[in-house]
Protein backbone atom coordinates (compact mmCIF):
# COMPACT_ATOMS: atom_id res chain seq x y z
CA UNK A 1 0.00 0.00 0.00
CA UNK A 2 3.09 2.26 0.72
CA UNK A 3 4.30 1.65 -2.88
CA UNK A 4 0.81 2.96 -4.26
CA UNK A 5 0.72 6.15 -2.13
CA UNK A 6 4.63 6.63 -3.10
CA UNK A 7 4.01 6.43 -6.89
CA UNK A 8 0.71 8.93 -6.24
CA UNK A 9 2.68 11.48 -4.35
CA UNK A 10 5.13 11.39 -7.74
CA UNK A 11 2.27 11.53 -9.93
CA UNK A 12 0.61 14.21 -8.06
CA UNK A 13 4.38 16.04 -7.86
CA UNK A 14 5.29 15.91 -11.63
CA UNK A 15 1.54 17.26 -12.44
CA UNK A 16 2.07 20.22 -10.26
CA UNK A 17 5.33 20.79 -11.89
CA UNK A 18 3.69 20.68 -15.05
CA UNK A 19 0.74 23.07 -14.02
CA UNK A 20 3.50 25.77 -13.25
CA UNK A 21 4.45 25.92 -16.27
CA UNK A 22 1.94 25.92 -18.17
CA UNK A 23 0.89 28.98 -16.30
CA UNK A 24 4.19 30.10 -16.93
CA UNK A 25 3.53 29.99 -20.74
CA UNK A 26 -0.29 31.05 -20.22
CA UNK A 27 1.23 34.26 -18.55
CA UNK A 28 4.18 34.53 -21.55
CA UNK A 29 1.61 34.26 -24.21
CA UNK A 30 -1.25 36.69 -22.75
CA UNK A 31 1.49 39.50 -21.97
CA UNK A 32 2.95 38.77 -25.84
CA UNK A 33 -0.56 39.29 -27.48
CA UNK A 34 -1.01 42.81 -26.16
CA UNK A 35 2.13 44.03 -27.09
CA UNK A 36 1.81 42.58 -30.72
CA UNK A 37 -2.19 44.12 -30.69
CA UNK A 38 -0.50 47.44 -29.19
CA UNK A 39 1.84 47.42 -32.25
CA UNK A 40 -0.92 47.27 -34.58
CA UNK A 41 -2.77 49.87 -33.13
CA UNK A 42 0.34 52.51 -33.21
CA UNK A 43 0.33 51.95 -36.66
CA UNK A 44 -2.83 54.00 -37.06
CA UNK A 45 -1.61 57.51 -37.39
CA UNK A 46 1.41 56.56 -39.67
CA UNK A 47 -1.01 54.89 -41.98
CA UNK A 48 -3.40 57.32 -42.35
CA UNK A 49 -0.42 59.81 -43.52
CA UNK A 50 0.98 57.36 -45.93
CA UNK A 51 -2.79 57.18 -47.66
CA UNK A 52 -3.22 60.55 -47.78
CA UNK A 53 -0.08 61.15 -49.78
CA UNK A 54 -1.35 58.09 -51.85
CA UNK A 55 -4.60 60.01 -52.53
CA UNK A 56 -2.46 63.33 -53.22
CA UNK A 57 -0.63 61.34 -55.72
CA UNK A 58 -3.10 59.42 -57.18
CA UNK A 59 -5.29 62.60 -58.36
CA UNK A 60 -2.10 64.15 -59.94
CA UNK A 61 -1.24 60.72 -61.76
CA UNK A 62 -1.81 59.90 -65.37
CA UNK A 63 -2.86 56.43 -65.16
CA UNK A 64 -2.68 55.22 -61.09
CA UNK A 65 -4.20 51.75 -61.47
CA UNK A 66 -1.28 50.26 -63.80
CA UNK A 67 0.54 50.74 -60.95
CA UNK A 68 3.06 47.66 -59.99
CA UNK A 69 1.86 45.63 -63.34
CA UNK A 70 4.40 43.46 -65.25
CA UNK A 71 6.89 45.03 -67.39
CA UNK A 72 7.04 41.96 -69.19
CA UNK A 73 4.60 39.95 -70.62
CA UNK A 74 5.72 36.26 -69.67
CA UNK A 75 5.56 37.47 -65.93
CA UNK A 76 2.23 38.40 -66.19
CA UNK A 77 0.89 34.78 -64.70
CA UNK A 78 3.62 34.37 -62.31
CA UNK A 79 2.33 35.13 -58.64
CA UNK A 80 4.33 35.90 -55.72
CA UNK A 81 2.37 35.11 -52.17
CA UNK A 82 3.84 35.17 -48.37
CA UNK A 83 2.13 32.70 -45.65
CA UNK A 84 2.66 34.08 -42.50
CA UNK A 85 3.00 30.70 -39.88
CA UNK A 86 4.89 29.49 -36.60
CA UNK A 87 8.19 28.04 -35.86
CA UNK A 88 6.73 26.13 -32.41
CA UNK A 89 3.78 24.19 -31.30
CA UNK A 90 1.71 24.24 -29.12
CA UNK A 91 -1.04 26.94 -31.15
CA UNK A 92 -3.58 24.48 -32.36
CA UNK A 93 -4.67 24.32 -35.80
CA UNK A 94 -2.77 27.69 -36.60
CA UNK A 95 -1.14 26.62 -39.43
CA UNK A 96 -3.39 24.54 -41.05
CA UNK A 97 -5.97 27.29 -41.84
CA UNK A 98 -3.86 29.74 -42.94
CA UNK A 99 -1.72 27.61 -45.29
CA UNK A 100 -5.22 26.09 -46.15
CA UNK A 101 -6.78 29.38 -47.40
CA UNK A 102 -3.40 30.18 -49.34
CA UNK A 103 -3.84 26.60 -51.35
CA UNK A 104 -7.29 27.43 -51.86
CA UNK A 105 -6.57 30.97 -53.21
CA UNK A 106 -3.61 30.65 -55.12
CA UNK A 107 -5.46 27.08 -57.04
CA UNK A 108 -8.23 29.70 -58.20
CA UNK A 109 -5.83 31.79 -59.89
CA UNK A 110 -4.40 31.38 -63.36
CA UNK A 111 -1.07 32.60 -62.49
CA UNK A 112 1.78 30.17 -61.26
CA UNK A 113 2.37 30.75 -57.81
CA UNK A 114 5.93 31.15 -55.94
CA UNK A 115 5.70 31.05 -52.40
CA UNK A 116 7.48 32.47 -49.21
CA UNK A 117 7.41 31.00 -45.77
CA UNK A 118 7.27 32.78 -42.73
CA UNK A 119 7.92 29.70 -40.14
CA UNK A 120 8.93 26.18 -40.60
CA UNK A 121 5.71 24.56 -39.66
CA UNK A 122 3.70 26.48 -42.33
CA UNK A 123 6.81 25.89 -44.81
CA UNK A 124 6.38 21.66 -44.35
CA UNK A 125 2.39 22.17 -44.56
CA UNK A 126 2.95 24.38 -47.97
CA UNK A 127 5.90 21.84 -49.08
CA UNK A 128 3.67 18.78 -48.20
CA UNK A 129 0.59 20.26 -50.53
CA UNK A 130 3.12 20.74 -53.58
CA UNK A 131 3.32 24.27 -54.03
CA UNK A 132 6.73 25.91 -55.22
CA UNK A 133 8.54 26.89 -52.52
CA UNK A 134 11.04 30.13 -52.97
CA UNK A 135 12.20 30.73 -49.06
CA UNK A 136 11.91 30.67 -46.35
CA UNK A 137 12.33 33.14 -43.21
CA UNK A 138 12.44 32.90 -39.40
CA UNK A 139 9.20 34.11 -37.13
CA UNK A 140 10.01 36.96 -35.23
CA UNK A 141 10.19 36.76 -31.28
CA UNK A 142 9.23 39.88 -30.35
CA UNK A 143 7.96 43.36 -31.65
CA UNK A 144 11.54 44.57 -32.73
CA UNK A 145 12.25 41.82 -34.65
CA UNK A 146 9.25 42.84 -37.10
CA UNK A 147 10.56 45.37 -38.76
CA UNK A 148 14.02 43.23 -40.19
CA UNK A 149 11.76 40.94 -41.35
CA UNK A 150 9.70 42.70 -43.15
CA UNK A 151 12.69 44.45 -44.54
CA UNK A 152 13.94 41.11 -45.97
CA UNK A 153 10.46 40.21 -47.66
CA UNK A 154 10.57 43.80 -49.00
CA UNK A 155 14.02 43.20 -50.50
CA UNK A 156 13.07 39.88 -52.01
CA UNK A 157 9.66 40.99 -53.61
CA UNK A 158 11.55 44.50 -54.97
CA UNK A 159 14.06 42.12 -56.61
CA UNK A 160 11.32 40.62 -58.72
CA UNK A 161 10.19 43.62 -59.30
CA UNK A 162 13.53 45.21 -60.89
CA UNK A 163 13.68 41.94 -62.81
CA UNK A 164 10.22 42.47 -64.21
CA UNK A 165 8.88 39.21 -63.10
CA UNK A 166 6.34 40.17 -60.20
CA UNK A 167 2.71 40.19 -61.25
CA UNK A 168 0.53 39.35 -58.46
CA UNK A 169 1.93 39.98 -54.53
CA UNK A 170 -0.51 38.18 -51.79
CA UNK A 171 -0.31 37.70 -48.27
CA UNK A 172 -1.56 35.75 -46.11
CA UNK A 173 -2.12 35.64 -42.48
CA UNK A 174 -4.31 35.05 -39.28
CA UNK A 175 -6.04 37.98 -37.61
CA UNK A 176 -7.26 37.51 -33.66
CA UNK A 177 -10.94 38.32 -33.51
CA UNK A 178 -12.36 38.33 -30.02
CA UNK A 179 -11.30 36.48 -26.90
CA UNK A 180 -8.82 33.66 -28.37
CA UNK A 181 -10.26 32.91 -31.75
CA UNK A 182 -9.01 34.20 -34.87
CA UNK A 183 -9.16 33.81 -38.97
CA UNK A 184 -7.21 32.91 -41.53
CA UNK A 185 -7.43 36.10 -44.17
CA UNK A 186 -5.92 36.63 -47.61
CA UNK A 187 -4.84 40.36 -49.33
CA UNK A 188 -3.33 41.31 -52.64
CA UNK A 189 -0.80 43.97 -52.22
CA UNK A 190 -0.02 44.14 -55.85
CA UNK A 191 -0.96 45.01 -57.90
CA UNK A 192 -2.94 47.98 -57.19
CA UNK A 193 -6.46 47.67 -56.61
CA UNK A 194 -8.13 50.32 -58.87
CA UNK A 195 -11.51 51.02 -56.70
CA UNK A 196 -8.93 51.11 -53.57
CA UNK A 197 -6.98 54.11 -55.70
CA UNK A 198 -9.85 55.83 -56.80
CA UNK A 199 -11.26 55.30 -53.22
CA UNK A 200 -8.18 57.84 -51.60
CA UNK A 201 -8.21 59.72 -54.72
CA UNK A 202 -11.37 61.60 -53.37
CA UNK A 203 -10.34 61.10 -49.84
CA UNK A 204 -10.42 65.52 -48.77
CA UNK A 205 -7.23 66.77 -47.44
CA UNK A 206 -7.50 67.49 -43.85
CA UNK A 207 -6.50 71.36 -44.39
CA UNK A 208 -7.35 74.55 -46.66
CA UNK A 209 -4.22 73.97 -48.13
CA UNK A 210 -4.14 71.43 -50.98
CA UNK A 211 -0.86 69.52 -50.88
CA UNK A 212 1.96 69.93 -53.06
CA UNK A 213 3.98 66.23 -55.17
CA UNK A 214 7.38 67.29 -54.89
CA UNK A 215 9.78 65.16 -57.26
CA UNK A 216 8.37 63.41 -59.89
CA UNK A 217 4.56 61.85 -59.55
CA UNK A 218 6.35 58.27 -60.23
CA UNK A 219 9.55 58.96 -57.45
CA UNK A 220 6.68 60.41 -54.83
CA UNK A 221 4.32 57.49 -55.28
CA UNK A 222 6.88 54.56 -55.59
CA UNK A 223 8.14 55.66 -51.91
CA UNK A 224 4.69 55.55 -50.63
CA UNK A 225 4.00 52.46 -52.16
CA UNK A 226 7.31 50.78 -50.33
CA UNK A 227 5.67 52.87 -46.84
CA UNK A 228 2.15 51.52 -47.85
CA UNK A 229 3.55 47.71 -48.28
CA UNK A 230 5.91 47.87 -45.30
CA UNK A 231 2.85 48.70 -43.19
CA UNK A 232 0.84 46.21 -44.84
CA UNK A 233 3.30 43.42 -44.13
CA UNK A 234 4.08 44.63 -40.50
CA UNK A 235 0.30 44.70 -39.60
CA UNK A 236 0.32 41.12 -40.89
CA UNK A 237 3.13 39.62 -39.19
CA UNK A 238 2.10 41.16 -36.25
CA UNK A 239 -1.69 40.20 -36.52
CA UNK A 240 0.22 36.74 -37.02
CA UNK A 241 1.65 36.29 -34.00
CA UNK A 242 -0.68 38.01 -32.34
CA UNK A 243 -2.99 35.18 -33.36
CA UNK A 244 -0.84 32.67 -32.50
CA UNK A 245 -0.45 33.56 -29.09
CA UNK A 246 -3.90 33.75 -28.69
CA UNK A 247 -3.74 29.63 -29.84
CA UNK A 248 -1.33 29.18 -27.60
CA UNK A 249 -3.08 30.95 -24.60
CA UNK A 250 -6.37 29.23 -25.96
CA UNK A 251 -4.70 25.82 -25.97
CA UNK A 252 -2.42 26.09 -22.14
CA UNK A 253 -5.57 27.18 -20.68
CA UNK A 254 -7.04 23.54 -21.88
CA UNK A 255 -4.03 22.10 -20.57
CA UNK A 256 -4.13 23.83 -17.11
CA UNK A 257 -8.27 22.68 -17.25
CA UNK A 258 -7.11 19.48 -17.25
CA UNK A 259 -4.20 19.10 -14.96
CA UNK A 260 -7.03 20.26 -12.39
CA UNK A 261 -9.12 17.85 -13.46
CA UNK A 262 -6.01 15.38 -12.83
CA UNK A 263 -4.80 16.71 -9.61
CA UNK A 264 -8.74 15.80 -8.11
CA UNK A 265 -8.89 12.40 -9.36
CA UNK A 266 -5.01 11.52 -8.00
CA UNK A 267 -5.89 13.79 -4.78
CA UNK A 268 -8.92 11.35 -4.36
CA UNK A 269 -7.35 8.61 -5.26
CA UNK A 270 -4.71 9.04 -3.00
CA UNK A 271 -7.08 10.06 0.26
CA UNK A 272 -8.94 6.54 -0.70
CA UNK A 273 -5.93 5.03 -0.52
CA UNK A 274 -4.78 6.54 2.29
CA UNK A 275 -8.06 6.15 4.62
CA UNK A 276 -7.95 2.16 3.70
CA UNK A 277 -4.53 1.82 4.90
CA UNK A 278 -5.52 3.89 8.23
CA UNK A 279 -8.59 1.30 8.43
CA UNK A 280 -6.22 -1.44 7.67
CA UNK A 281 -4.20 -0.44 10.65
CA UNK A 282 -6.98 0.22 13.04
CA UNK A 283 -8.17 -3.37 12.10
CA UNK A 284 -5.15 -5.18 12.88
CA UNK A 285 -4.56 -2.86 16.24
CA UNK A 286 -8.55 -4.11 17.65
CA UNK A 287 -8.03 -7.82 16.49
CA UNK A 288 -4.83 -7.50 18.07
CA UNK A 289 -6.16 -6.22 21.14
CA UNK A 290 -9.18 -8.94 21.14
CA UNK A 291 -6.97 -11.99 20.94
CA UNK A 292 -5.00 -10.90 23.78
CA UNK A 293 -8.01 -9.96 25.49
CA UNK A 294 -9.29 -13.45 24.82
Not at 27 to 33: G, P
Not at 112 to 132: F, S, T
Request: charged share 20%; hydrophobic share 45%; net charge negative.
Amino acid sequence: MSDSTAGLRRKIGSAGDLQSVVRTMKALAASSIGQYEQSVRALADYTRTVELGLGACFRESAAPAAWGAPRKAEAADKISAVVFGSDQGLVGQFNDVVVDLAIKTLAALPGKPEVWAVGERAHARLADAGLPLTGLFVVPNSVKAIAPLVGQIQVETEARQAEGEAACLYVFHNRPQSGALYEPVGQRLLPLDAAWQQGLARVRWPTKNPPEVMCSDSTALRALIREYLYISLFRACAESLASENASRLAAMERADRNIDELLENLHGIFHRLRQSSIDEELFDVVSGYESLAK
